[in-house]
């Protein structure tokens, strides 16, 4: 009897299979086979054959799987768990449900404790609590804002019940549209509290300075919002032009910053409604009485209005010299502009800012073929290495799986004490260890930078893969490459070749004519050997609602060697015994433990270890320029993970800039019924964007995805300042002034809503640099980028909107002129056509 018989009669324990239907008269059975066996005892029952009986050969019970890794917490045996969330699910009331359940389990048992060691919940419900303070700060400076500029604090109630309609509104576009409250959502929301009241300054302005000017607040509300109607509604098309491609971009950055651009066009949409409506009517109703104010208040006020005053005078003395020597100054803006250019390419490339999300992941691999046992060693010298850090409060917890994925992989997760009971980052703490656990033998080390998008790639550090036919040819090339990268780029510190044939391998080579010859099939033989060898499972066992797994193996102690193999018998067709010896050669040798497939092609991937804060798109470009020269010109190079991510993401971007430029041309163009006003205003946008280059480069800040959609809603807002300017000049050509009238009349006009706008929308967006904790980080990326462009290029389209005017409005009729020779040609036309009829 041999090994096969058992299995072979094992086969059909679990029979219970349909045999089909019998027609008895007028009914009609269903038929169904049943053998199945659910107990040890009635395994231990069945008979082999020739009277032998599985318990004559066997041992049967139920038992626990062969261990394929284990869980330590902080040195201790434990079971881990983890609880997913599902499409849609809310992950703070996941969380709180979860510790409810703990709290239960923890009372009824005393033998048991469950304990928390990961929660998501805290870092998100952290990042939310820091963009709800900053949402408010925002309200309330903005208010302090329109109160200083307006000089009357009544006239701070408009604005503080139009914001709040306003972002009551967009909320509730938020839960029509089906999106959740989350942290880009809400971060939409703070950069768009600026946005909302940005229209209301402007009619609210107007109507006041009509008022001053002798209209009565009736006919100034009525005549103000008329006079703005075009502007604020120019401005909102541009806006909403820039924030829409966001909300459609294609792959990675679209899933992300869809409901981002969403909210943020849904937000200006609703306050352009409530500002041209309820604004004006708030305003006849509330400016009635102008009383003056007195005591400290009227000599605080007077001081604002003067020092106001001094800044307006200044910008107007400045004004006439760069229109005077404009072409000077032209050439001046446009060396800024290359400058800015220029400096782009200075700038770091990630994918996301690094995040400090209160816990470190470090993953271990070790040699292949590499032992449980051996890899829980390698985990303990980590967590001896690690344990100071606990030691001083700095790591509060250490959560180990030995066995990860593989037997030769190890993860510690050591979470991390608060944000506020600590002063030293997450980075900064995983550039310390990575020196030190870099000093265990045979161990690979790599911290996992975790996003709280969670980005596809995200974390996955700078690794590449190289594509071909063949695995050998592909090992040597990336052995070449491996050695060139080292050699020629300063910030590689390592390059780990995922392709090691070291992994021991005992080959056992069938003779497919010998088994023939002896009538033994070669399926049998291998079912021989993976019997004896390892474990063969043979089937699933239903036991009640579970499928347990029959495995089927040699048992302990019966083989001393793994030679000790080839003296296993099998059994032929005719039933005689076989040797396996008479049929295998034994040959022992190193194979590579796995072997990848990228783009449908046989691949050998590239781990290149780089410090923390490198620049990943600088050093993309060089790994490819030193590939092409090292590689002959049939392989091909990919990028993986978080480089093959920031690549996709940077080529989106990319559209996404040229469709927002288009689309916002294509709209100003509509709205002005010219192309040299349309000009004019998109003639601001590359200072702008300068601008805020500048900003990134002073601030030390990186060109990521977060910065770069930083750099897209500024095109926006850049250019609704232009508009009001623009379109202010474009109205007093059409009432009779000169271009040099029209152009400082209307900076006149307009310089104050203009910095009443900036410093809402820059005031509005300060929170989120000041702030810290839980995902400060995200926001610090866009924050910086509105402050620092907004904030210089404001004073660029003070200066460049007059100038582009001044050069493109010689060869713009004004509107009203081409209304009157259109109406001229449309009178002689009906002129012409009565005297034809008459004629006829």
Same mark, same amino acid.
């Given at each position: ?25 007028? %009914? ?11 107990? @040890? ?39 881990? $768990? ?29 033998? +048991?404790?469950?304990?928390? =060691? ?27 804002? *329109? ?36 942290? +880009? ?15 209301? *300054?402007? !009619? ?21 919002? %008329?006079? &703005? ?23 990675? @950055? ?23 409506? +309820? ?21 605080? $006020? ?49 994918? !996301? ?8 992941? &470090? ?14 060693? #390698? ?106 990268? /080292? ?18 391998? +005992? ?11 002896? #009538?033994?099939? !070669? ?7 993976? =019997?004896?060898?390892?474990?063969? %499972? ?9 499928? &347990? ?28 015994? !076989?040797?396996?010896?008479?049929? /295998? ?32 798109? @600088?050093? $993309? ?16 190079? *990919? ?41 004019? &205003? ?18 030390? #800040? ?36 000169? /271009? ?101």
């Amino acid at each position: 009897m041999v090994a096969t018989d058992v299995l072979a009669s094992l086969e059909t324990m679990n029979l219970d299979v349909p045999a089909g239907s019998y027609l008895s008269g007028k %009914q009609e059975l269903l038929v169904r086979a049943n053998a199945s066996t659910i107990d @040890t005892e009635a395994i231990n029952s069945i008979l082999i054959k020739n009277g032998v009986r599985v318990r004559d050969v066997a041992e049967v019970y139920y038992g626990p799987m062969s261990a394929e890794s284990y869980s330590l917490l902080n040195g201790r045996a434990v079971v881990g $768990m983890g609880v997913l969330r599902q499409a849609g699910g809310n992950t703070i009331a996941i969380a709180s449900d979860v510790k409810k359940r703990m709290t239960e389990i923890n009372a009824q048992s005393k033998d +048991l404790q469950v304990i928390m =060691i990961s929660d998501d919940s805290v870092f998100i419900k952290g990042a939310l609590q820091e963009v709800l303070m900053s949402l408010v700060f925002a309200v309330v400076v903005v208010l302090v804002v *329109i109160a200083l500029f307006l000089g009357q604090w009544k006239a701070v109630l408009i604005p503080a019940v139009t914001m709040p309609v306003s972002l009551v509104g967009t909320l509730a576009a938020i839960w029509l549209a089906g999106f959740s409250v989350n942290m +880009l959502t809400l971060l939409a929301l703070v950069l768009a509290t600026g946005l909302i009241v940005d229209d209301a *300054i402007v !009619v609210l302005e107007n109507i006041q300075r009509r008022k001053k000017l002798g209209e009565s607040i009736t006919v100034a509300s009525v005549l103000g919002t %008329q006079q &703005v109607f075009f502007a604020v509604i120019a401005t909102t098309a541009s806006l909403v032009a820039v924030f829409l491609p966001i909300a459609f971009l294609p792959g990675e @950055t679209g899933r992300l910053f869809r409901e981002f651009g969403m909210v943020l066009s849904m937000s200006v949409i609703i306050s352009t409604f409530v500002a041209l409506s +309820l604004c004006p009517m708030l305003a006849a109703k509330l400016l009635k009485d102008d009383a003056p104010a007195t005591g400290q208040t009227a000599r605080f $006020m007077g001081s604002l209005q003067h020092f106001g005053d001094r800044i307006a005078n200044a910008y107007f003395r400045t004004l006439d010299g760069f229109l005077k020597h404009r072409l000077v100054f032209l050439f001046v803006f446009l060396g800024i502009a290359l400058a800015g250019g220029l400096t782009f390419t200075l700038l770091n490339q990630e994918l !996301v800012p690094p995040e400090d999300r209160g816990r470190l992941v &470090v993953d271990f691999t070790g040699p292949d073929g590499a032992s449980l046992e051996y890899s829980g060693r #390698q985990g303990q010298i980590a967590e001896n290495i690690m344990r100071p850090y606990q030691a001083q409060g700095l790591i509060t917890d250490m959560f180990t799986i030995v066995g990860r994925y593989d037997k030769n992989r190890v993860a510690i997760q050591a979470n991390l004490a608060d944000w506020g009971e600590r002063d030293t980052t997450q980075q900064e703490l995983a550039a310390k260890l990575s020196k030190e656990l870099s000093s265990i033998p045979g161990a690979q080390v790599r911290f996992q930078n975790e996003s709280s998008l969670n980005i596809r790639g995200g974390g996955g550090g700078l690794q590449i893969a190289l594509l071909g036919d063949d695995y050998d040819v592909l090992a040597n090339n990336a052995d070449l490459l491996a050695d060139a990268l /080292i050699k020629q780029i300063d910030v590689v510190q390592d390059v780990r070749v995922q392709y090691d044939t070291s992994q021991p391998e +005992l080959g056992f080579e069938i003779d497919r004519e010998k088994a023939s010859d002896l #009538q033994v099939p !070669v399926s049998r033989v291998t079912q021989t050997l993976q =019997i004896m060898a390892d474990e063969y %499972q043979l089937l699933d066992l239903s036991v009640g609602d579970q499928a &347990v797994p029959v495995m089927l193996g040699s048992s302990n102690g019966s083989l001393n060697s793994p030679f000790d193999l080839l003296n296993i018998y099998t059994s032929s067709d005719t039933g005689q015994l !076989v040797p396996l010896a008479s049929m /295998i050669k034994v040959q022992e040798r190193g194979v590579a433990a796995e072997l990848d497939r990228h783009a449908q092609r046989r691949a050998v991937e590239l781990n290149i270890g780089i410090p923390p804060g490198t620049d990943l798109g @600088t050093t $993309m470009q060089q790994i490819r320029a030193v590939a092409d020269g090292t590689l002959p010109s049939s392989a091909t190079l *990919i990028f993986l993970g978080e480089a093959a991510t920031l690549e996709e993401t940077s080529n989106e971007m990319l559209i996404t800039f040229a469709v927002a430029l288009i689309v916002v041309f294509l709209v100003l163009a509509a709205q002005f019924e010219s192309v040299g006003s349309a000009l004019v &205003v998109m003639f601001t946008v590359p200072f702008g964007l300068a601008a805020a280059v500048f900003a990134l480069l002073i601030t030390n #800040q990186s060109l990521n995805l977060f910065s770069q959609i930083g750099l897209v809603l500024l095109i926006g807002l850049m250019t609704k300042n232009a508009i009001l300017l623009v379109e202010l000049m474009d109205q007093l050509r059409d009432e009779g002034h000169s /271009i040099e009238s029209a152009i400082r009349e209307g900076a006149r006009m307009r310089l104050r809503p203009i910095a009443m706008t900036v410093l809402s929308t820059l005031l509005g967006v300060l929170p989120l640099v000041l702030t810290s904790g839980p995902g400060a980080e995200a926001r610090e990326a866009i924050a910086w980028v509105v402050l620092g462009g907004l904030g210089l290029s404001t004073l660029f389209t003070l200066y460049l909107a007059p100038m582009g005017y001044s050069f493109i409005a010689p060869f713009m009729r004004p509107r009203a002129h081409a209304a009157e020779l259109l109406d001229k040609e449309i009178e002689d036309y009906e002129a012409n056509a009565k005297k034809v009829e008459v004629k006829a």
